[in-house]
């Protein structure tokens, strides 16, 4: 049977582009390195090249930007920048189309955008994670890194100092939290940490941190204790609250 040709050889449609939105408070490539990789763990293809959209409306970026840099260090950790929004400079502007990225304030809305990255005005909640839950029954140690994609992390024996747990999701630890934890990994602004012997060098919900490099509050250390993200309309905290079990 002979395949009907198709009337025409391309043909053209409105789509709706799920994109995730990258809010930008800074566009030196060197230091946005150093954030993402407290972030995400420095772990590379996080995001399993999803689409992207550079938000510049939060800060007033002028001069010169590193379009290559900003690129490649993106695409390091999964995303495929295709556009930007909040750019007002004519320069910046035509560097970002030199590079291939649309301009989506200039261009019909296309793109629905998911809030991954820390932003003002906060991101709206992510939606839970639909994956199995991670559960890790011997101790993480020093040096190592476990990461629940798109789900939950349940440890079962604690973590140790120089050890690095990340979650989608939530991250639950049974035994001594030591290390760095880094929960809503990819913007789960309602995720939480919770643990039963708090005493860890860094804690992080939905790329909001915390260290603790002169030791954990007494009333907090080695205790129960929930971790969480406080948004307002002027700034995102981490508020740890103990637990009574």
Known sequence: MTRPSPSRSIEFHNTSLEAVLVSLNRT???GLADEMHKMLGGKPGVFN??????DFSAIEASGAIDWNGLLSLLR???LQPVGTRGLSDEAQIAGARRVGLADFDASPATAEAKPVAKSAPPPPPVSGPSSPTLYIDKPVRSGQQIYAQGGDLVLLAGISPGSEVIADGNIHCFGPLAGRALAGARGNTEARIIATCFGPELVAV??????FERGVPDIIAGGAVVVRMKSSAKNQSIVIDPLKI
Not at 206 to 211: I, N
């Open 28 to 30: 030196d490539p060197a």
């Open 76 to 78: 390091r950790y999964g």
């Open 49 to 54: 090249r999803e689409a992207a959209i550079l």
């Open 206 to 211: 939905a790329g909001v941190y915390r260290t």
